[in-house]
């Protein structure tokens, strides 16, 4: 039996590279500092930060928008950056894991990640933090629960759901004092 | 702070802040310039061989550098000896892009490389590939018709033995459970997908960055096949993003990415895609006949256990399914049988806890339905019918704590609390169901070398080619150097993931922390020496005369133990050798005592896990409020990295109880739900309270440091106290995992 399969719908679409593959200037705020940078339309905010801006803590666990692992905030808003085109973030100001806090000055979210051993392998840990960072801000979760559930777009295959949720909390706690006194 | 800390001190693991920032680097993180970007294309049929790749349009794209099968890639060795690696089961591993012959569904089939990532992920959709597909069997229905029992053994491979005569016993007995359990396929999915970045250095060595769990097993099997020495090809994976058993062979990724280096002479990275980490090692599917007998009093008089594991046509992966039920439990009346039916997809492989957390897990549902049909409690069950030796090969164990963590968990829990009868405990409109099972591992030792290097300021340095998939390694390396050596924590740095250092093995089977401890700590013994040694020139002599045995390291000291006013700080010590750096290089293994100790006495952990499910019976919607696990396991070097260990078994625990199962299309012989959106894992949303309680368990004999390791022990059984607690709950006996909804309803 001999069968013909085309991979994609793709081919039959005139190539498709002289569009997208040319590149359009944009500019952006990235971890604080103005970027003017040009960019084909193709490549995602992700493989642009992974790749050109060598930010590679962000990171990709499906490229789909499943995992949550390559979370950015964006205008402070939390976001899979695989699903958005680096094109579209013209004037947006966008905040990675590095932007958060440095080795010398933690976010406290990242102290607390490690105080409660959140994290085994880190490769979600960055997309955790982000994630919760926008969380915080949302102020949407008060109780473990409702922190469980809007957590729940960041997978993690080690399992460090419950410290993480410890950590969150933690810093819920202590930010919520903090705006109190 | 010169403050030394101890074995079981409770510590924060040492690379947590690199992982919180982002500068932790992982395979697919580092810049080289002039990088080129490969991506696989992968197979449209799952068996057959290829009759034409049309790839004009694809290298029209900008910046494609090169389309890569098997019509134009370079020489290849013949040999299935080129292709093999430390931990291949017996047969002809896959070798990518060799010839035409596809033997599985989305085998790759052509490598684009670009100078983008985009460029070559464009291409690649553009390639157009015409098959000539052969008949194929993906359905393990029909596999089972060609179960076998290989006779060629796998390494490390322990058949079930029998004893008494069951078949008769189970005959004469009373009372019967007879049941055939099923656990479905699962991928492994670590986070971070499987990615190799390759620096062709130019000078005829390469650096290979790979998601690996053995960078020395990767090295020589690069150089074996791609015909480098092994001098000349250096993997490092410092930061490993979760393998859970899918790195310790190396995968078609590293092999492609080698590739296409060596034929362009270029550095080149492959990542593959969330689809393609299906279409490699997984889990097998099994099948598991578990028939128990016992007298009127409950106590067991026949087991009988016969299982099936899935593997590829073309190498035989094997797993110890059955011997879990037949050594745990005093029945003078068992017998075992184990056969592997082969499919055509890819080789299964080792999954966390494997062959354990298949066969311990449906034998422990097993275990709860006899003990319903012999009207006793389940945990009554289990301790009625406890051994206290390993009952299939009739060897006393180096210790079982298993007694006490019955008792310690079942008080945590508040077993006594739970009312027998099925669909009698309520929460609200909501059914609530409790249950338990047993778990249970193995204590493995294996041959590990560390070296120990200290700097003129007193600075520690310990490496080792082992790799830290965030297990902790890392951390308690340099917790038993801290407490060796008397080195405050924050003067040690360790450094793994790199096939330059010293042996290590590939990171796996829960043998890390025993075996890395050890070579660690007689690394930092000889160390040790030498600076007591040098202690010697300092003036005044404090110590004088004190031999290794007399003298304590601690907070930076080192200390007579008659007269702790005589000390010489350890920076001192280190000053007077004279040295800029003191290097000790040591191994620590089972050696020859140990291995024949090995034949005599078991080594294994054990645990027992209590699982609450609430149950909404209109929906069918199950959730797992509480889970209490007791883990006997030796000593615990560091209780917060343990924890998480623990931790991280039961959620994957609890994954395959509700959600995890890779379904095959058995018309296209292709996993059919290969993304995150249609294999579940758990999220938060489903993990509630999670206690783990580690019982004492001294135990020096099992090996140097007392270890007997925590990676895999978690997951073991835990899916069975949730299916028993499910049961507990509805009445509904699942005998299938997972537990979907659809069962229920």
């Known amino acids: 039996m001999r069968m013909k399969a085309v991979v994609d719908n793709v081919a039959n679409v005139a190539p498709a590279a002289s569009i997208a593959s040319q590149e359009f200037p944009i500019h952006f705020q990235l971890n604080g500092i103005p970027v003017t940078a040009t960019i084909a339309p193709w490549v995602t905010l992700l493989d642009y930060l992974r790749e050109t801006a060598h930010l590679t803590g962000v990171k990709k666990g499906c490229d789909h928008g499943q995992c949550g692992a390559c979370t950015v905030l964006i205008d402070g808003r939390r976001m899979n950056s695989c699903l958005k085109l680096a094109v579209t973030a013209d004037g947006a100001s966008i905040t990675t894991i590095e932007g958060l806090g440095t080795p010398e000055a933690l976010d406290p979210l990242q102290r607390a990640f490690i105080e409660h051993d959140a994290l085994q392998c880190g490769y979600c840990t960055p997309g955790q933090i982000c994630s919760a960072r926008a969380l915080l801000r949302e102020q949407h979760a008060k109780t473990r629960e409702e922190v469980r559930e809007l957590m729940s777009g960041n997978l993690c295959r080690c399992g460090a759901y419950t410290n993480i949720v410890d950590a969150i909390m933690d810093v819920l706690q202590q930010e919520q004092k903090g705006s109190a006194a | ?745």
């Not at chain 2, 092999?255 to 393609?276: F, N």
């Not at chain 2, 609530?432 to 099972?437: E, K, L, Q, S, T």
């Not at chain 2, 050890?518 to 110590?543: K, M, T």
């Not at chain 2, 959730?623 to 030796?634: D, H, N």
């Open chain 2, 1 to 745: 702070m010169s403050a030394s800390i101890r074995i079981g001190d409770s510590i924060s693991r040492i690379d947590g802040v690199e992982k919180v920032t982002g500068s932790a680097h992982y395979a697919a993180e580092y810049a080289i310039p002039g990088l080129l970007y490969g991506w696989i294309v992968s197979s449209d049929i799952a068996k057959g061989r290829v009759l034409s790749i049309a790839d004009a349009s694809a290298r029209a794209i900008a910046g494609v550098v090169e389309i890569i099968t098997h019509e134009n890639r370079p020489h290849l060795p013949w040999l299935d000896r080129n292709y093999s690696d430390q931990v291949a089961p017996p047969g002809s591993p896959f070798r990518a892009l060799y010839d035409d012959k596809i033997a599985f569904s989305h085998q790759p089939i052509a490598l684009v490389v670009a100078d983008t990532l985009e460029g070559a992920r464009d291409a690649a959709a553009l390639i157009e590939v015409t098959y000539e597909a052969d008949t194929f069997n993906t359905d393990f229905e029909v596999a089972l018709k060609e179960k076998f029992e290989p006779i060629r053994k796998r390494l490390g491979f322990w058949a079930p033995k029998s004893r008494g005569n069951a078949v008769k016993a189970f005959d004469a007995a009373s009372l019967k459970h007879k049941g055939t359990y099923h656990l479905a396929t699962h991928h492994h999915n670590p986070m971070e997908m499987h990615a190799a970045t390759v620096h062709w250095r130019g000078d005829g060595k390469i650096t290979v960055y790979d998601k690996t769990q053995g960078p020395q097993n990767v090295q020589s099997y690069i150089a074996a096949i791609f015909d480098f020495s092994k001098d000349d090809v250096r993997v490092m994976n410092p930061y490993v993003g979760g393998a859970f058993g899918s790195g310790l062979r190396p995968q078609y990724h590293v092999y492609l990415a080698t590739l296409a280096a060596k034929m362009l002479e270029r550095s080149v990275r492959v990542v593959m895609t969330r689809q393609q980490m299906f279409s490699h090692v997984h889990r097998p599917q099994a099948t598991q006949q578990v028939s128990l007998a016992t007298d009127q009093a409950g106590r067991l008089q026949a087991v009988m256990t016969e299982a099936t594991t899935v593997t590829s046509r073309f190498e035989h992966y094997m797993e110890g399914v059955c011997n879990w039920g037949l050594m745990n439990y005093a029945c003078e009346n068992a017998s075992g049988k184990y056969f592997i039916a082969p499919m055509d997809t890819y080789t299964p492989g080792d999954m966390r806890a494997p062959g354990a957390a298949t066969g311990m897990t449906l034998f422990e549902i097993a275990m709860d339905e006899m003990a319903y049909a012999a009207g006793v409690d389940p945990l009554a069950f289990r301790t009625l019918n406890y051994s206290d030796k390993n009952a299939m090969d009739d060897k006393p164990y180096t210790s079982k704590a298993l007694r006490e963590a019955y008792a310690e968990g079942a008080q945590k829990f508040g077993w006594e609390r739970r009312s027998p009868a099925p669909r009698s405990m309520h929460d609200g409109r909501e059914l609530v169901g409790w249950g338990m099972a047993t778990g249970m591992w193995d204590a493995y030792f294996m041959k590990t070398t560390v070296k120990a290097k200290m700097d003129a300021e007193g600075n520690l340095e310990l490496s080792s080619a082992g790799s830290d998939i965030g297990t902790g390694t890392r951390t308690v390396m340099a917790m038993v150097a801290s407490d060796t050596l008397g080195i405050a924590m924050d003067r040690i740095s360790v450094v793994l993931g790199d096939s330059d250092l010293p042996t290590s093995p590939v990171e796996g089977g829960s043998w890390m922390a025993a075996s890395t401890g050890a070579a660690v700590q007689v690394a930092c013994h000889a160390l040790g020496e030498r600076l007591l040694d040098a202690a010697g020139n300092i003036e005044g002599d404090p110590l004088s005369g004190a031999k290794i045995d007399d003298v304590i390291f601690c907070d930076g000291q080192i200390i007579a133990k008659d007269n702790p006013s005589r000390s010489v700080p350890i920076e001192s010590a280190m000053r007077a050798s004279g040295e800029t750096t003191l290097e000790c290089e040591e191994t620590a293994g089972p050696g020859v005592a140990g291995l024949l100790s090995m034949l005599r006495v078991s080594r294994n952990s054990h645990s027992a896990i209590f699982a609450e499910v609430k149950v909404d019976e209109e929906l069918g919607v199950v959730r797992v409020t509480r889970i209490v696990i007791a883990v006997a396991a030796g000593r615990i070097l560091n209780p917060r990295t343990a924890r998480s260990q623990i931790l991280g078994g039961v959620v994957m625990g609890i994954g395959m109880a509700l959600h995890e199962e890779t379904l095959m299309d058995t018309r296209f012989g292709r996993f059919m739900n290969h993304s995150f959106a249609e294999y579940h894992i758990p999220v938060n949303a489903d993990i509630d309270s999670i206690e783990v309680i580690f019982v004492n368990e001294p135990d020096p004999d099992v090996n140097p440091l007392g270890v007997k390791g925590l990676g895999e022990i978690g997951i073991v059984s835990t899916a069975a106290a949730v299916a028993n607690a499910i049961f507990h709950a509805t009445g509904k006996r699942v005998r299938d995992l997972p537990v979907t909804i659809d069962k229920l309803l």
